[in-house]
Every structure is written in C-alpha cells, then in structure tokens.
C-alpha cells in the first residue's frame, strides 16, 4: 500500500491544491537528490546546511507563503508539509530553516512595524540576511516569561543591552539576531534586532552536541551592546507578543517532529522488509509489524491534529494552548516512534551508518525546544483547570 509505505495514511497531501502539490513536491525532490545523500556527513561533522541556501532560494518557499492568503489560501497546511518533508529527511535542516523562516522572521513579522518589516522581510526571502530568535539564557530556560535577566536601557534614541542567552540557533553566523530582554524601566520584555558585529556582541558554538548536530547554536553574550531605536520591535511591548511569534513556531514544531518520526518509520520499514532472520524477512513477524503499526498511527494522528490546527490557523483562530498542545503531543508520538524505529534494527539502530539513529538523537532536542513537554503541557492544564501550575 503506498499511502503506507509512504506514511501518508489517511492521505492528508490530497487536501493539498494542484500548484500547492506541485511545490511540495519540488521541495520533496530537492531534499531527497541533494540532501539526503549529505545529511549524515554533516551531521557528523557539525556542519550548518549553508551549501543550500541558494537551492532553498529558487524553490521560493521561504516567507512568501505565509504572507499571502490571496495566492495560497491554504498556506498553514502547506507550509506545515514542506517542514514535516524537510523533517522527514533531515531534523537538522529543517531546525536551520524554521530558526530563519519561523523564529528570525516570524519575530519581524509579527512584532515589527510596517517600516521594519519592509527594511528587513525582503532580504531575509532571500536570504541576503539570516536570521536568529535570542530569547533562551544559561540560568533561565523555561522561566522567561517572568524571569529574563538579559536587560535594556534606553539611553535617548539608544537601547543598551546587557546578558547573556544560550541554544540561539544559527546565531554564530546569522546577520539579524532578535534579542529578547527585560526594559528595567517598566519591566517589560522587549524585542530588538540586533546585528552580527555590533561591539559587545560575541556569540560562541556549544560544542559536544548529540543532537541536531548540524544546527549550530550559540552562547551569546551581550555586554553593553547599543542599539538604536529603530531596531527595537515596535509591536513588541510584553512577553504576551514574544507568546505570538511562539504560538505559531510551535505549531511548527508539530509538523517538524511528526517529520521526524515519519523519517524514522520510513528507514525502519526498509530495513524491515530486506533484514533475514530466521529464514524470512523481519518485517514478516507479527511483532516487528505490531511496532511499525504503531508508528503509522502514531504519525497519521499527529498529522491529523497538525491539519485541524492549520485549517484553526488560517481561520486566525488558534489560540496557545491549542498549539502547545499540539506541540506536546506530535512530540511525545514522536519520541515514542523513534524508539521503536530505533529497535526494528537492533544493534544496527545505534550505528549511524543507518540513518534511524540519527532521527533518534535529533528527537530529544525537538523534544524540548519550543518549550519542554512539561511546558507546553502546563499551558494545556491551565486552560483545561483555570489553574497555573507554572510555579
Ligand atoms: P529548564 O527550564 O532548566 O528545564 C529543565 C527541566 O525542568 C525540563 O524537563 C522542564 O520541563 C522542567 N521544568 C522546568 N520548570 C518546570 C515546572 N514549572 N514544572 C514542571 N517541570 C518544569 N532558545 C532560543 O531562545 N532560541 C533558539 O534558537 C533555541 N534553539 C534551541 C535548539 C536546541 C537544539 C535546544 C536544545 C534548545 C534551544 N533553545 C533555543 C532553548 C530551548 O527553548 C530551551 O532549552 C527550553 O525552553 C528549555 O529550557 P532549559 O533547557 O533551560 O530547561
């Protein structure tokens, strides 16, 4: 059954409109010639998908979509697929792109003024600028709604920032890297775009990573960095607006991890079917069938959810907690998928030779950005109880 081989069960790509099909398949096809056959070595190496960039620029699915209802009416689900497709091959690259696409111009998008919108939205579709999201720090990950310690000053027409953040992906070398911090004139978090090169800017690689190995993320410290007003968000007044750009990153990051699990069930289904045992190919025993089941499932729900939040998504109607949940729960399946990928091949699952191993690794970290588990399951039993259990 190819809708199984292929683990699109209940079929979602035919909701898909002809052009909008023709695109995703064109992203499918780039992922599958160019990066696919590279990704492990990168992986290996820590090295940024860089290379891409201009392929990522011709297949012109970088910003646009999301901008424009008129031309694609069903661009939530559209752009969800290319992100569970570019998963589906590659976690790492699909983590550079959504840290540019979702965090770096999401931020611009949704928090910037119509001038700094058309200042740096049109480079960064181009990928003239990449772009950065700094909201995470060493001493503060999942308290920064109340808690940021990076600070802003304003000096006349002159922000002084002055912190430190960690985890901020593409950041070593990104050009624009927003900048989250808390005004110690009335406590609030701001937003300000800051540029690779400003004195008192320094952004160093965390090494040793055992996941999502070619995302370089940075320790950034900030150290009386000054920024002129005209780089501070001016939509940006609370973290009630960092929460914006974050409700629809994290319905990203849904679709992302039901990419990955998908990854995973694929190689393990191949592996399934040519590994001998017993005489007969694995895929045979009803136990080994009985986990690639549950793998399919478990990613036809979470693709399921994920078309329901992008059909609430484009109807401007999805609110935080529908997509923290969906966030908690396509990335709890997927933990779950990779596992049992991850035991169809034995001890060949912890060779990285065999690409499950890497999906398996890459899960942990799509486990807990964005907001742990645990977070984003907090953000749900608030609106389920009216109760915050946050502290
Ligand atoms: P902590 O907050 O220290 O949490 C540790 C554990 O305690 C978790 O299990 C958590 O769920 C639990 N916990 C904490 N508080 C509670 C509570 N109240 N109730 C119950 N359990 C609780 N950040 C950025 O700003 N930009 C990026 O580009 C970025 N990229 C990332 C890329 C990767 C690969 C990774 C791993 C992280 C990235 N992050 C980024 C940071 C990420 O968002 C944080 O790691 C995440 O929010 C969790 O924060 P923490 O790691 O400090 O964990």
């Known amino acids: 059954d190819p809708a199984a081989v292929e683990a699109d069960f209940y079929r979602v790509k035919d909701l898909l409109r002809a052009e909008e099909r023709q695109i995703l398949d064109r992203v499918r096809e780039f992922l599958v ?4 056959p590279v990704a492990g070595e990168l992986w290996l190496r820590a090295e940024p998908p860089l290379r891409f960039i201009p392929d990522i620029r011709e297949l012109g699915i970088t910003g646009t979509h999301a901008d424009d209802p008129a031309v694609f009416p069903r661009r939530y689900l559209l752009n969800g697929l290319i992100g569970m497709e570019m998963a589906r091959v590659d976690p790492s690259f699909a983590t550079f792109f959504g840290v540019h696409n979702g965090l770096g111009m999401g931020s611009i998008r949704v928090c910037g003024s119509e001038e700094q919108r058309k200042r740096w939205l049109p480079q960064m579709v181009r990928w003239e600028k990449i772009g950065a999201f700094g909201l995470t720090e060493p001493l503060v990950g999942s308290a920064t709604s109340g808690g940021l310690t990076t600070t802003a000053r304003r000096e006349g027409s002159t922000w002084v920032l002055n912190g430190e953040k960690k985890w901020i992906g593409n950041a070593t070398f990104a050009d624009l890297v927003v900048i989250w911090a808390r005004d110690v004139a009335d406590d609030h978090v701001k937003g300000f775009v800051v540029e690779q090169g400003t004195d008192g800017f320094a952004a160093r690689k965390l090494e040793g990573k055992i996941a999502l190995r070619s995302v370089h993320n940075a320790h950034i410290v900030l150290d009386g960095v000054r920024v002129p007003e005209e780089n501070r968000l001016q939509h940006a ?27 995973a069930y694929e190689a393990a289904r191949r592996y399934a079917t040519e590994r001998i045992q017993f005489g007969r190919p694995i895929a045979s025993f009803q136990l080994v069938q009985d986990l690639l089941a549950k793998m399919l499932a478990n990613i036809t ?10 059909q609430l998504q484009e109807e401007d109607r999805l609110d935080d907690a529908q997509a923290a949940m ?14 049992w990928a991850r035991e169809v091949f034995g001890g060949n699952g912890i060779l990285l030779e065999h690409d499950v191993a890497r999906f398996f690794c890459d899960a942990e970290a799509l486990y807990s950005y964005e907001g742990t588990r645990d977070m984003n399951a907090l953000i749900v039993g608030r609106a389920a109880t009216g109760h915050s259990a946050f502290v």
Do not use: P
Request: proline fraction near 0%.
């Open 33 to 36: 010639e160019k990066v696919e």
């Open 237 to 263: 007044n609370s973290f009630r607006d960092t929460a914006r750009v974050l409700k629809v990153t994290r319905g990203g990051v849904a679709w992302s991890s039901t990419g990955c699990a998908l990854g």
């Open 301 to 310: 729900a979470c693709q399921s959810l994920a078309v329901r939040m992008a």
């Open 326 to 339: 969906a966030k908690m729960f396509c990335t709890t399946r997927m933990r779950e998928t990779v596992a």
